[in-house]
C-alpha cells in the first residue's frame, strides 16, 4: 500500500492532476556549450490543442553566429539539411523558407551580406541579422542600408513585440525561429507530431518560469515535409528528418574569437 501511495503521488506530480498541461518546459537547458544549449521538450494539455514534442536550440550571439545556407551556393539546388548543415561546415541546422516548383527559393535571402533572392511582397516576417543583432521585423519594415548580413524571408510571425499573434487554425509539422529578450535565437523543430500554429505561438510567447521560450519575436520556417533540424557538436546528435530537400536552412557556426 505504501509503495502504490508514493508512486501515485510520483505520478501526480510528475503529471500533474487531470486538465492540466503536462509539460517538461521546467527541465534545465543542456549546456553544450557557452552560448549553445539544447532541450527537448514534451507539452500535452490545455491550453494547448495538442500534444507536441520538440527539439529546441538557444544560440547566444556573443559566442556564435547564425548564418543562411543557401544550396546553390554549394553547387545544389536543395538538400536535405544535414547534407546543407555538413557542407557548409555549420554546427547545427534547420529548414529555412518556402519555395516554388523545381525548388527556387521564395522570399528574401542574404547570405554573408549578399543577396541571394529578392524581396517578396507579403505578410511574412524577415529574419535578420543587422550590426550583430538578431531581429524579426516586418516585410514593411525591411530596409537595407547595408549592415544586413543575413536575412530569410518567411512566415507568418508568431510573436511581435513579445505579444503572441492570433493564427489561424492549422495543424502540421513544424519548425519556427524567436529571439529572445536576451538577444538569443531560438531555433525549434516538432519531432513526429503535428502541431497547431496558435500552440506555437503560445509556447514562444509564455515565460520561461511558465515552461515557455520568452521570446521578444518570433515566426515560422516552412513546415510540413519540409521541417527538419540537424546538430552534430560537442556531445550533441540531432537528426530529425525531413520529407525531401530543402533549397535554403539557417546554420549555428562557432564565432571566431580575435
Known amino acids: 500500500m505504501i509503495v502504490f501511495l508514493l508512486a501515485a503521488l510520483f505520478g501526480f506530480l510528475l503529471f500533474g492532476s487531470a486538465g492540466n498541461c503536462i509539460a517538461s518546459g521546467d ?21 494547448y490543442q495538442s500534444f507536441m514534442k520538440m527539439a529546441i536550440l538557444r544560440i547566444g550571439f556573443e559566442q556564435f553566429q547564425v548564418r543562411i545556407m543557401d ?8 538538400m536535405e539539411i544535414k547534407a546543407l ?4 561546415q555549420a554546427l547545427a541546422g534547420i529548414n529555412g523558407g518556402f519555395f516554388l516548383p523545381g525548388y527556387r527559393p521564395l522570399g528574401l535571402l542574404i547570405v554573408d551580406g549578399k543577396e541571394t533572392n529578392p524581396l517578396r511582397k507579403a505578410d511574412w516576417g524577415v529574419f535578420l541579422v543587422q550590426d550583430e543583432r538578431p531581429r524579426i521585423i516586418h516585410t514593411t519594415e525591411y530596409q537595407n542600408d547595408g549592415n544586413i548580413t543575413q536575412a530569410l524571408q518567411v512566415g507568418p510571425r508568431l510573436v511581435v513585440n513579445g505579444r503572441e499573434l492570433q493564427m489561424k487554425r492549422q495543424i502540421a509539422r513544424r519548425s519556427a525561429l524567436g529571439v529572445t529578450l536576451k538577444n ?8 513526429d507530431t503535428d502541431v497547431y500554429a ?5 509556447f514562444f510567447h509564455l515565460p520561461e518560469a511558465r515552461g515557455g ?18 546538430a552534430e557538436y560537442k556531445d550533441l546528435r540531432i537528426h530529425i528528418p525531413g520529407g525531401w530537400g530543402v533549397p535554403n536552412g539557417v546554420g549555428v557556426f562557432k564565432r571566431k574569437q580575435p
Open 71 to 78: 544550396s546553390r551556393n554549394l553547387g545544389m539546388d536543395r
Open 184 to 191: 538569443q535565437v531560438i531555433l525549434l523543430t516538432t519531432e
Open 27 to 47: 527541465l534545465p537547458w543542456q549546456k553544450i556549450d557557452e552560448g549553445f544549449e539544447y532541450k527537448s521538450i514534451r507539452v500535452e494539455g490545455p491550453p
Open 198 to 202: 496558435q500552440d506555437l505561438a503560445h
Open 213 to 230: 521560450l520568452e521570446c521578444r519575436d518570433a515566426m515560422a520556417l516552412d513546415g510540413g515535409p519540409s521541417a527538419q533540424m540537424y
Open 85 to 88: 548543415t555538413r557542407k557548409a
